[in-house]
């Protein structure tokens, strides 16, 4: 499956990604309780870790997934070293913040064009038990919709 995620990866960055296009982002596959995460060690380690749980996803729902992962990554460049290192320490101890990073991650996703491959996601992780806690923090099915309509991107 890694050869898989690596695949799309290459595609949405070559795609949508200029920004990504000369970084190396190592692709992990491990077991963990959500479906993907991304990480920065700046200067130049930067990694997408996908859940084994996120194997069982159709390409079109992965591209929703892997695109709001590199936004994420995106974003890191667009924040610097310093602002990187203050989200990265505030993103598990403020629910706020987290609240807010994921919020804007998935509006730059929707302003990339994923917009339906994030709802469908969505859709599958607002009926996930192991999502329960957390998806309060991601857009809702509306807001996607809503936001995406509004931009001109549905």
């Known amino acids: 499956m890694k050869e898989k995620y690596i695949k799309i990866i290459e ?18 596959v491990l077991s963990f309780r959500y479906y993907a995460c991304s ?19 159709n390409d079109y729902i992965l591209r929703g997934l892997l695109a709001h992962e590199l936004c994420h990554q995106e974003r890191y460049i667009e924040m610097g070293v ?21 919020n804007a991650t998935d ?6 064009g994923y917009a339906k491959q994030l709802y469908e996601l969505s859709k599958i992780k607002y009926q996930d038990q192991k999502h329960e806690k957390i998806n309060k923090f ?3 099915l509306d807001e996607i919709k809503s936001y995406a309509k509004k931009i001109g991107k549905w």
């Open 11 to 28: 595609g949405l960055i070559s795609e949508s990604f200029p920004t990504l296009q000369d970084k190396k982002i190592h692709v992990f």
């Open 39 to 57: 990480i920065w060690f700046p200067p130049f380690m930067r990694f997408v870790v996908v859940s084994k749980r996120s194997e069982r996803f």
């Open 82 to 102: 310093i602002n990187y290192l203050k989200l990265a320490f505030k993103f598990f101890i403020f629910k706020v913040v987290r609240a807010y990073e994921e």
């Open 107 to 112: 509006r730059l996703t929707i302003e990339k």
């Open 138 to 140: 991601y857009l809702s």
